[in-house]
């Protein structure tokens, strides 16, 4: 289960989480096996955990180590919606930390 912030549960969906990183790595050299090793690489650490919840932002984390390591435009495209950045300070301060 996939704890919201707002305290909402839902399960975690393989699907939903792939669909955001089709978005994220659109004309990038991504391939789709590529997408589908690293939420299988996520879904296995959370089950070798033994956890029954993680928090959205916990998980959401896991996905931007793997994408920072695959590609820096999709991680700052993924970060950019799951950080909420609400103005160009945000965007350019993540992208000051890529280096």
């Known amino acids: 289960m996939v704890v919201k912030k707002d305290?909402?549960?839902?399960?975690?969906d393989r699907g939903k989480l792939l669909r955001g990183l089709i978005v994220a790595s659109a004309k990038r050299p991504i391939t789709p096996e590529q997408l589908e090793e690293l939420i299988d690489s996520i879904e296995s650490e959370l089950h070798n955990s033994f956890r029954y919840e993680i928090p959205a932002k916990q998980l959401g984390d896991m996905v931007l180590r793997r994408l920072l390591e695959l590609d820096k435009v999709a991680y700052i495209r993924f970060a950019s919606v799951y950080k909420e950045f609400t103005d160009l300070d945000e965007f350019t301060s993540e992208l000051k930390k890529l280096g």
């Not at 305290?7 to 975690?12: D, L, W």
């Open 7 to 12: 305290s909402r549960r839902e399960p975690f």
